[in-house]
């Protein structure tokens, strides 16, 4: 449907495993984003990366890594995670603020989480 | 603190009527974008609408538009004809040019369509 893919759709994973997540976006924007959405809350900003270099972090625990090979790619990396953090991670892509458009994001269809 | 606030946990509307969605924020900035999404069940968030600040003019894009009250810090989304296809959460969200690159969403409102 849009520009923004990411993979896997659906993941299962105990409180030791370690897995990640992937996002890629074919829309030539630079900046890239990862959401946490929970039922009944905002959607909450986790990460922020402008043309690979991470410019938010808004007080995700460390068992959260984020990575940005690329302007294209960006990675969530998960250890030891616990039940609450079962969510939908959504990433999203916009153009760099400053470059004239209207900076809208695009996101992605997410990742359902469920960790046991 | 920059907060977007949607009053109505979930709204429905007949087929074919017309439905408005309420959307508050609280901000200090005079100069910031506003933004309507569209998340259908198990699928991906899309956007309906956008609006810049300084523009009087309300957006519109086909059956979608806004009510832009600046003064009141309100932007409600109007949604005329309602189709079936139109049932989704739909989410307002605000950002700055001041901000970055962040982006404040509202906790959603979930629309039935009847038909």
């Known amino acids: 449907e849009t520009g923004v893919t990411q993979t896997p759709r659906h993941l299962v994973m105990g409180m030791t495993n370690k897995k990640s997540l992937k996002c890629e976006q074919h829309?030539?924007?630079?900046?890239m984003y990862w959401y946490k959405q929970s039922a009944k809350k905002p959607l909450e900003l986790m990460f922020v990366?402008?043309?690979?270099?991470?410019?938010e972090n808004n007080s995700v625990p460390s068992r959260f890594s984020p990575e940005c090979p690329n302007s294209s790619h960006l990675f969530l990396h998960l250890h030891t995670l616990q039940p609450e953090d079962s969510a939908l991670y959504l990433c999203?892509?916009?153009?760099?603020?400053?470059?004239?458009?209207?900076?809208?994001?695009?996101f992605g269809p997410g990742t359902r989480l469920l960790v046991l | 603190a920059q907060t977007v606030t949607q009053s109505q946990p979930e709204m429905s509307v007949q087929e074919a009527e017309t439905v408005t969605l309420s959307c508050t924020y609280d901000?200090?900035?005079?100069?910031?974008?506003l933004f309507w999404y569209k998340q259908p069940p198990s699928r991906q968030m899309i956007l309906v609408i956008r609006?810049?600040?300084?523009?009087?003019q309300n957006a519109t894009e086909n059956r979608f538009s806004v009510n832009f009250q600046k003064a009141a810090k309100s932007f409600s989304l109007k949604i005329s004809d309602s189709q079936l296809g139109d049932a989704a959460m739909y989410f307002c969200?605000?950002?700055?040019?001041?901000?970055?690159?962040?982006?404040?969403f509202g906790t959603g409102t979930s629309l039935t369509v009847i038909p």
């Open positions: 999203a892509s916009s153009a760099r603020s400053g470059q004239g458009a209207l900076e809208t994001q695009y």
């Open positions: 829309l030539g924007h630079n900046a």
């Open positions: 990366y402008n043309f690979k270099e991470q410019t």
């Open positions: 901000t200090s900035e005079s100069d910031y974008y």
């Open positions: 609006q810049e600040a300084y523009k009087q």
């Open positions: 969200a605000y950002r700055t040019r001041n901000t970055g690159n962040q982006f404040y």
